[in-house]
Each structure stands twice: as structure tokens, then as C-alpha cells.
T-cell receptor
Framework: GAVVSQHPSWVICKSGTSVKIECRSL??????MFWYRQFPKQSLMLMAT?????????EQGVEKDKFLINHASLTLSTLTVTSAHPEDSSFYIC??????????FGQGTRLTVV | SQQGEEDPQALSIQEGENATMNCSYK?????LQWYRQNSGRGLVHLIL?????REKHSGRLRVTLDTSKKSSSLLITASRAADTASYFC????????FGEGTQLTVNP
């Protein structure tokens, strides 16, 4: 099946710093990618839809200035958590859907802000 | 807001037994998908059932869909300890929306 690669798999950063997470579709082009956030023992909550060549669409309650999304190419979307705080510590997962089939997910990024 | 709700939230069974998880949703869908997530990992797609299908099989997995009741079930037969994971249903309209998940524990 299709492969979505997410990097890094885990990151620890200090409060106030920014962290960039990359999501790549390795064997297909993705005009749209999705970014999810998952707290422990909870479901995935959609944060935003990343659109290649245009602005991302954010879900209600998600701060677009804090979670910067860039989808500069058909195979790469990045999520930057700016001025991270401990409450931003979470599991972030991206997904992409080739040709309207099932979604393929990255491995996820465990972010810990200390 | 969550579209799907899985039932039960947690299920513990013995190896060899069958596990049934249910999912209910609220709005019209194009398809419904089931995913598996091992602790702290990404999601793995298990099976997709389209809105015009009623039942689908894949190996030890059997999925049913009842669009009149807006519900789906996932049956895992002859469970194994390696099946221990969280299972999510996700409905697809313009985008995926996930349910709360069922934590399945299969005891050896």
C-alpha cells in the first residue's frame, strides 16, 4: 500500500521553542494532507487540512498562528508548533489519501515540551 | 466533534475468542473504515466498507454496515495476543472523522 512517512518520531523541546514536523507521501502525490492530534487514551482529533499551494483549513478551536502548516509540494506537508508549551505535548499524526482510497497514516510524532 | 462512537470502550478477552466492536455515527457517509493503533504508534488501515455494501471480510476480520441504523461492527475471529490494540472506526464524507476507539486486550 501507499506509504506516508512522518519525521521525527519523537521530539523533546523546551518551552517557548518551535518544533517542525514533516509528513511525506513517498509513492504518491497528495494535494491534501491531514494533521491530527491525539492525547493519551483518546481518539484522533483533526486539527487542520493541509492544501498544496494554498492555505491550510483549520478546525474550530485550533490556533492557526500557533500551528503553522506549509504544503509547498505534492509530497510534503509540515506542521510547526510555535512557541511550544507543556500543554502542547501530544501525539501528532498526519495522513494522506491517494486517489480517494483509504487514508494512510504517518508513524506519528510524540512531542514533549518541558 | 467526533462523528463515530465505538462500543465498548474497552474489551478484554482470552486468546481464541472472538471480539466484536461496534461503531455508531451520525451523518451520511461515503464509506466507513476501521483502523488499528498499537500504543504510541500510527494507525494501520484494516478494512473499508462502502455505503452500498452490507458486509465485508478480510482474513479474520468481518465488518458489517447498517446505514439505516448508522452503525457498523468489526468482528475479529480467533483472536490472538497480537491483536491487542485500540480500534477506531472512521467515517468518510469530505474527510475522515474518528470515533473514540475500543481498547482490545487479548490475554494469552
Amino acid at each position: 500500500g501507499a506509504v506516508v512517512s512522518q519525521h521525527p518520531s519523537w521530539v523533546i523541546c523546551k518551552s517557548g521553542t518551535s518544533v517542525k514536523i514533516e509528513c511525506r507521501s513517498l509513492d504518491f502525490q497528495a494535494t491534501t494532507m491531514f494533521w491530527y492530534r491525539q492525547f493519551p487514551k483518546q481518539s484522533l482529533m483533526l486539527m487542520a487540512t493541509s492544501n498544496e499551494g494554498s492555505k491550510a483549513t483549520y478546525e474550530q478551536g485550533v490556533e492557526k498562528d500557533k500551528f503553522l502548516i506549509n504544503h509547498a509540494s505534492l509530497t510534503l506537508s509540515t506542521l510547526t508548533v510555535t512557541s511550544a508549551h507543556p500543554e502542547d505535548s501530544s501525539f501528532y499524526i498526519c495522513s494522506a489519501t491517494p486517489q480517494s482510497t483509504e487514508a494512510f497514516f504517518g508513524q506519528g510524532t510524540r512531542l514533549t515540551v518541558v | 466533534s467526533q462523528q463515530g462512537e465505538e462500543d465498548p470502550q474497552a474489551l478484554s478477552i482470552q486468546e481464541g475468542e472472538n471480539a466484536t466492536m461496534n461503531c455508531s455515527y451520525k451523518t451520511s457517509i461515503n464509506n466507513l473504515q476501521w483502523y488499528r493503533q498499537n500504543s504510541g504508534r500510527g494507525l494501520v488501515h484494516l478494512i473499508l466498507i462502502r455505503s452500498n455494501e452490507r458486509e465485508k471480510h478480510s482474513g479474520r476480520l468481518r465488518v458489517t454496515l447498517d446505514t439505516s441504523k448508522k452503525s457498523s461492527s468489526l468482528l475479529i475471529t480467533a483472536s490472538r495476543a497480537a491483536d491487542t490494540a485500540s480500534y477506531f472506526c472512521a467515517t468518510s464524507g469530505s474527510r475522515l472523522t474518528f470515533g473514540e476507539g475500543t481498547q482490545l486486550t487479548v490475554n494469552p
